[in-house]
T-cell receptor, first 114, second 115 residues
Framework: AQSVTQLGSHVSVSEGALVLLRCNYSSSVPPYLFWYVQYPNQGLQLLLKYTTGATLVKGINGFEAEFKKSETSFHLTKPSAHMSDAAEYFCAVTGPSGTYKYIFGTGTRLKVLA | GAVVSQHPSRVICKSGTSVKIECRSLDFQATTMFWYRQFPKQSLMLMATSNEGSKATYEQGVEKDKFLINHASLTLSTLTVTSAHPEDSSFYIC???????????FGPGTRLTVT
C-alpha cells in the first residue's frame, strides 16, 4: 500500500525566503514521486518528478526536491520565494503496480508575505 | 506536448438533470484516463480509472450508476453525472496517461454547480 503525508497544511514565508514543503511517503514498490502546484480554479501543473536515477531533481520555476530513501522523504524547496509562488502544492506517489494510480497528499497552501 | 483539455470549464445545472463532462488528450493517445473530484480546500479524490474500450473501475464509495464514465476512444473520456443534486457540486479533474504509463497529465478541471 502507498500513502503520502504532507506536514503543514499551511506554510507562510516572506518574499525572498527559503521555501520548504515537506512530503513523506510509504510504498511497497519503488516509488515514483511528483510535486504539483495548483492555482485557484485550475488543474494541476507538474513542478517536478522522481522516477529513477539522480535523487536531486530540478523542476520548473526554481523548485527542486531530493528523494531520500532512508528518510522516505521528497521535500520540495526553493531558495527564494516569489509572490507568484503562492498556491496549493500537492505531493503524489505512484509506482509500478499496474494501474499507476496516484496517491495524493492532503496539500500545503503556501502563502508568501511581502 | 501532453496536453489534456476538459469541456466545459464551468457548468451550472438544475437538480435532477444530467450533465456530461468531456476529457480529451490533444496530442497523445491516452491508454488510461482518471477522474478525480476535489472539494474546496481539499486534495484530489480518485473516483475511477478507465481504459479505452473497457468498463471503468470505480473507487470504493463512488456510485457507478451516478457517475457514468465512458472511454470510447484513445483521446476521449466522458463523465456523466446523472440526476445531479447540490451535493454533487464540486471541481472535477481528469487526467490521462500515455506511453510512459506512470505519468498522468491533468486537465484544467470543470466546476460543476447544481442548483
Amino acid at each position: 500500500a502507498q500513502s503520502v503525508t504532507q506536514l503543514g497544511s499551511h506554510v507562510s514565508v516572506s518574499e525572498g525566503a527559503l521555501v520548504l514543503l515537506r512530503c513523506n511517503y510509504s510504498s511497497s514498490v519503488p516509488p515514483y514521486l511528483f510535486w504539483y502546484v495548483q492555482y485557484p480554479n485550475q488543474g494541476l501543473q507538474l513542478l517536478l518528478k522522481y522516477t529513477t536515477g539522480a535523487t536531486l531533481v530540478k523542476g520548473i520555476n526554481g523548485f527542486e526536491a531530493e528523494f531520500k530513501k532512508s528518510e522516505t522523504s521528497f521535500h520540495l524547496t526553493k531558495p527564494s520565494a516569489h509572490m507568484s509562488d503562492a498556491a496549493e502544492y500537492f505531493c503524489a506517489v505512484t509506482g509500478p503496480s499496474g494501474t499507476y494510480k496516484y496517491i495524493f497528499g492532503t496539500g500545503t497552501r503556501l502563502k508568501v508575505l511581502a | 506536448g501532453a496536453v489534456v483539455s476538459q469541456h466545459p470549464s464551468r457548468v451550472i445545472c438544475k437538480s435532477g438533470t444530467s450533465v456530461k463532462i468531456e476529457c480529451r488528450s490533444l496530442d497523445f493517445q491516452a491508454t488510461t484516463m482518471f477522474w478525480y473530484r476535489q472539494f474546496p480546500k481539499q486534495s484530489l479524490m480518485l473516483m475511477a480509472t478507465s481504459n479505452e474500450g473497457s468498463k471503468a473501475t470505480y473507487e470504493q464509495g463512488v456510485e457507478k450508476d451516478k457517475f457514468l464514465i465512458n472511454h470510447a476512444s484513445l483521446t476521449l473520456s466522458t463523465l456523466t453525472v446523472t440526476s445531479a443534486h447540490p451535493e454533487d457540486s464540486s471541481f472535477y479533474i481528469c487526467s490521462a496517461s500515455g506511453q510512459t504509463g506512470y505519468e498522468q497529465y491533468f486537465g484544467p478541471g470543470t466546476r460543476l454547480t447544481v442548483t
